[in-house]
Every structure is written in structure tokens, then in C-alpha cells.
Nanobody, 116 residues
């Protein structure tokens, strides 16, 4: 059974940093690309970043480039999202996702609020 569990969200001031984690189980983590998405109230879900199975490739939304870094630890079955220079518009629920055997699996999400 595929499970994705996010953690690390919270309230942070503008300009601050957070590191999100997504712990995965139920599949051979090291073989699959992983993605972070976010959804702000009243907005559509947005792809933030993707990392290849061996971490050799990463892609970012324009809004994340230069500020966010996606990484993974295949020994810990965990993918991370380091977020720096946070802005109020980064406020959203952040979820990780994997496509496994043609099905998409999502975590429950972690709330990130950027506010002074």
C-alpha cells in the first residue's frame, strides 16, 4: 500500500525558510520520480518541483526557481523541499506525489503559511 506522509510545514515570516519532508512507503522508492505540488485557497493545484529517481534531474516551476530546492534520500525513502526566501504568495498546502503503476498517489499535505 503506497503511503506518502508530509511534514515540516508551519508559520514563517516573509524571507524565512522551511524544509518539507515526504516519507514514502509501499513501493520501491528509489525507482520513481517524485514531485511536490501546492494548492492555495481558491487556486488550482500547482506543480512546484520534480526530481528524478536517481536525483540526476530536477525541474522547477518558475515561481520556485532560485528559491526552492528539491532533493531525495533514497536510503530513507524521503523527498525534501527546501524553501528559502519565502513570500506570502507561497502560502498553500504542499503535497508530494508519485505515479506508481499508472496511478497517482498523494500525501495528505502540510500547510505552509508565510505571514508577518
Amino acid at each position: 500500500q503506497v503511503q506518502l506522509v508530509e511534514s515540516g510545514g508551519g508559520l514563517v515570516q516573509p524571507g524565512g525558510s522551511l524544509r518539507l519532508s515526504c516519507a514514502a512507503s509501499g513501493f520501491r522508492f528509489s525507482r520513481y520520480a517524485m514531485s511536490w505540488y501546492r494548492q492555495a485557497p481558491g487556486k488550482e493545484r500547482e506543480l512546484v518541483a520534480t526530481i528524478g529517481s536517481d536525483a540526476g534531474s530536477t525541474n522547477y516551476a518558475d515561481s520556485a526557481k532560485g528559491r526552492f530546492t528539491i532533493s531525495r534520500d533514497n536510503a530513507k525513502n524521503t523527498v525534501y523541499l527546501q524553501m528559502n526566501s519565502l513570500k506570502p504568495e507561497d502560502t498553500a498546502v504542499y503535497c508530494c506525489k508519485v505515479t506508481f503503476r499508472a496511478s497517482q498517489y498523494w500525501g495528505q499535505g502540510t500547510q505552509v503559511t508565510v505571514s508577518s
